[in-house]
């Protein structure tokens, strides 16, 4: 074995578009990513150097149609059975070169995933919004703006506190919303996204399904205000920053769909967002493995490659052992939850659904970033050595661990899930 394809794939439930995807997605990554992604790590503020790379990929080569349905110049992805398993491989095709480029594009369809996602369509909106991603020959970026201030993590344990401590109120007066709030973190804001999905709440304080709202608003509507990008150890490609609502309007069909509905669409954006973030983790590893095996075959140690003595062997390994596990885990994490329509599959917001895709996003979090600190042990200096990239995907990485809700959110809901907990 040396190449990362042979890296375990479930053939039998992977999705018939997917080794074209892979194949078109490897070679923008190889052409587009590879040779500039030091650069792009200067980048973090401008995105001078990223915007043209982002076009071809969004806008060129068509995926930022990807989600919408044919009737609005789409591809119709929303509708497949395959979403989660396509999702995952053009994420990780894509996470192989830059998770930070990785999360900015994936993190675009993720507001509009509310109401593309059969059954919670709403064809209004989609129409609203499909110019937007459809015709244009430039990138579009939207973010998904869950944290506040005072915790994201609660705001995404939606099975416990159903948006109880958001803070961000939506009101309705006439015929539009009126919004206050302040968001923070959201990828894609700090001035490049222009568009916000917005969890809000209608009754501040309720756990109630029905009083939490999710609600489409451009960025450049009256009482938007945008912070520039905050400086972060990587994910360069992911600009993130505050964005504050003061008495923003926006029509009352701007709400992705009504009481009771809002909560549960926009609960499916946990799992797809921890399926995506497995992907990114697998296919920095997938490059790891390529990088680490040029150093270990081509660096010598009395003569012989690193690779043949015991000590390196054993290590190196065990990596690539972990990345053929963690790929394992990862399909099935995509497999769950695209068996949300089948018959024998749970539904997208059960407990079972969320804590075991959370316990393998937790789980492969851990693998990498445990992996890359072991492959900087083997390289040494170079592991440190900007020209290996190794760094710059352990700097990413840790991050991916970080986001939504964090390590201990992925441990107390499968702890909720597996122990039955009530209280967490
Ligand atoms: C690069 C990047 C991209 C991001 N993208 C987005 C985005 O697209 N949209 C968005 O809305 N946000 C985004 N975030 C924010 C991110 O999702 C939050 O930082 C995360 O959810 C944690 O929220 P918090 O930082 O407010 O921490 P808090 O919720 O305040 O948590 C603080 C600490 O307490 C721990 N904790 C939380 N709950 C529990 C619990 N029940 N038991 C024990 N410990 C707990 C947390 O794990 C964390 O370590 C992004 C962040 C980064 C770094």
Redesign the pocket.
């Known amino acids: 074995m040396n190449h990362i394809d042979e890296f375990c794939v479930p053939h039998e439930y992977i999705s018939p578009m997917e080794k074209h995807l892979r194949r078109v997605l490897r070679n923008w990554v190889d052409t587009y990513v590879m040779p500039n992604r030091r650069l792009y790590d200067e980048d973090w503020k401008d995105h001078h150097l990223l915007e043209p790379a982002f076009d071809r990929l969004m806008a060129g080569l068509g995926f930022q149609k990807a989600m919408f349905p044919p009737e609005c110049g789409g591809w119709g992805l929303g509708k497949s059975d395959y979403l989660f398993r396509a999702a995952y491989a053009i994420s990780e095709e894509i996470g192989r070169g830059d998770t930070g480029i990785a999360?900015a594009f994936g993190?675009t369809f993720?507001p509009i995933f509310t109401i593309l996602i059969d059954p919670y369509e709403n064809m209004r909106l989609a129409k609203e919004l499909a110019p937007l991603y459809c015709n244009t020959d430039k990138a579009f970026f939207a973010?998904?703006?869950?944290?506040e201030p005072q915790?994201?993590?609660?705001i995404?344990?939606m099975e416990l506190l159903k948006g109880k401590t958001i803070r961000t109120t939506a009101r309705l007066d006439g015929d539009e919303w009126v919004i206050n709030g302040h968001?923070l973190?959201?990828?894609n804001s700090g001035g490049t996204g222009k568009l916000f999905g917005v969890p809000c709440t209608t009754k501040p304080g309720s756990d109630d399904p029905n009083d939490f709202a999710f609600i489409f608003v451009p960025a450049e509507t009256p009482g938007v205000t945008q912070s520039s990008p905050y400086e972060?150890a990587g994910?360069a490609a992911?600009k993130?920053g505050d964005i504050w609502f003061e008495d923003v309007r926006v029509p009352s069909w701007y709400r992705a769909h009504g009481p009771g509905t809002d909560f549960i669409a926009f609960y499916q954006l946990i799992s797809l967002g921890q399926v995506a973030s497995i992907a990114f983790l697998t296919g920095a590893m997938m490059n790891l493995y390529e990088r680490l095996y040029e150093f270990v075959s081509t660096r010598t140690y009395r003569n012989k490659p690193l690779k043949e003595h015991d000590a390196v062997a054993a290590v190196i390994g065990r990596i690539a052992g972990d990345i053929d596990i963690c790929r394992i885990l990862g399909y099935e994490a995509a497999m769950i939850g695209d068996r949300r329509r089948m018959p024998y599959g749970d539904p997208i917001t059960s407990e079972r659904t969320v804590g075991r895709i959370r316990n393998i996003k937790d789980f492969v979090s851990d693998r990498a970033v445990e992996n890359f600190g072991t492959a900087m042990d083997i390289l040494g200096a170079y592991g440190a050595d900007r020209d290996w990239d190794i760094e710059k995907h352990w700097r990413d990485i840790k991050?991916v661990q970080?986001?939504?809700?964090?390590?201990?959110?992925c441990q107390?809901e499968a702890a909720r899930y597996y122990f039955n907990c009530k209280t967490?």
């Not at 973010?143 to 944290?147: K, L």
């Open positions: 999360v993190v993720w973010a998904n703006a869950m944290t915790g994201g993590a609660d995404e344990n968001k973190w959201p990828t972060k994910m992911d993130n991050i970080l986001w939504m809700g964090g390590k201990q959110l107390m967490l």
